[in-house]
């Protein structure tokens, strides 16, 4: 009996040595629409599941996720189940959710919330928050658009007009004004995230105008790329994730979200024993932010190189592209 209790305590030594014994850190995320958006949810997911493989896989990082919670009110009961649940980290990955989380964070003082897009922790020690300067790359894309353009009419296709949105497509057009201000700019405004048919219709109606260029941003846009693909010939700008797959043939460029430097820092910081109050940004400068060029569509050398040149512009702040 003896022999066999110091082998079971050289057998728990050797395991806390080895880091083995220590719990994973238990991460949740809420979001508004699917993991497999291509666009704004998809973009956190994806970057969760890159931090898990780097920093031990799930020994390190246990992840769960519950998806398509446009209901704040179902939103909010996750957010509150996964708190209570014992999860280190819960976020909330929706600017809808921002009163959701101010309520419920006050309730679990050493749980760790996370939220975007804002930048608002409501003074709460246990609340980070994020957004992203989603103009930056809207400015590049709209540089490209408008370089590309033969019609001269380029459409947008807007879910509502707020966050990073509405950011995207003001930093889009003014790209596009940047070359050319001759160009005409069509906008229309769906009044949801999430309705593809919606998207899918507005984006028609610009093809049928003239526009050969579109973008737009929110998980619903792959209407918006599906009529483009169905009238052939009209080119794509993404935004919030690579859309490259789902026409390789018409995306020219997208401005990609990565959040894997701000997912590590707030692990740092919680390790550290920071658990929130700090708001953070992505931009191109930081690399939060990236314009991933479609490698299926042969882009022009001279068109490029004017994307790399606004890309390194908005780095250096030589060029200031308005939220």
């Known amino acids: 009996m003896k022999g066999k209790s110091k082998l079971i305590g050289l057998v728990l030594a050797a395991l806390v040595a080895t880091g083995a014994a220590a719990a994973p850190v238990k991460i949740a ?3 508004p629409s699917a993991t497999t958006d291509a666009a704004f949810s998809q973009s956190m997911w994806g970057a969760l599941l890159s931090v898990q493989k780097e920093l031990g896989g799930e020994a390190a990082i246990s992840l769960k996720y519950t998806e398509n919670m446009w209901n704040v009110p179902d939103a909010a009961a996750a957010i509150r189940d996964y708190a209570s649940s014992g999860f280190d980290i819960v976020i ?3 600017s809808q959710y921002g009163s959701s989380i101010q309520e419920i964070a006050k309730d679990f003082p050493k749980v760790t919330f996370a939220w975007g897009t804002d930048v608002n922790t409501y003074g709460l020690p246990n609340v980070y928050a ?9 400015y590049v ?3 490209l658009a408008a370089k590309l353009s033969k019609s001269k009419k380029i459409g947008v296709t807007g879910p509502i007009e ?7 497509i003001d930093g889009f057009v003014q790209g596009v004004q940047s070359v050319d201000k001759t160009i005409v700019i069509s906008k229309t405004w769906t009044g949801s995230f999430s309705d593809v048919a919606l998207m899918t219709a507005a984006a028609q109606t610009h093809i049928a105008s003239g526009a050969d260029a579109l973008t737009g941003s929110s998980q619903s846009v792959v209407g918006s790329i599906g009529a483009a693909k169905g009238k052939g010939g009209v080119l794509w700008f993404g935004t919030q994730a690579d859309q490259a797959g789902l026409a390789p043939e018409l995306v020219v460029a997208s401005q990609v979200y990565d959040w894997t430097g701000m997912l590590k820092d707030i692990l740092a910081k919680r390790k550290a024993g920071k658990l929130g109050g700090v ?3 992505l931009t191109l400068d930081n690399a939060g932010l990236k314009v991933a060029y479609n490698p299926a569509y042969k882009l022009a050398a001279a068109v490029k190189a004017a994307g790399d040149a606004a890309i390194s512009g908005i ?7 308005n939220p």
Request: no cysteine.
């Open 279 to 281: 708001a953070y940004t």
């Open 315 to 321: 780095s250096k702040g030589t060029i200031k592209v």
């Open 162 to 168: 707020v966050g990073d949105a509405k950011t995207y």
């Open 130 to 138: 994020y957004t992203a300067a989603a103009e930056q790359g809207g």
């Open 92 to 94: 909330a990955h929706g």
């Open 29 to 31: 995320v809420i979001m």
């Open 141 to 143: 894309n709209g540089v």
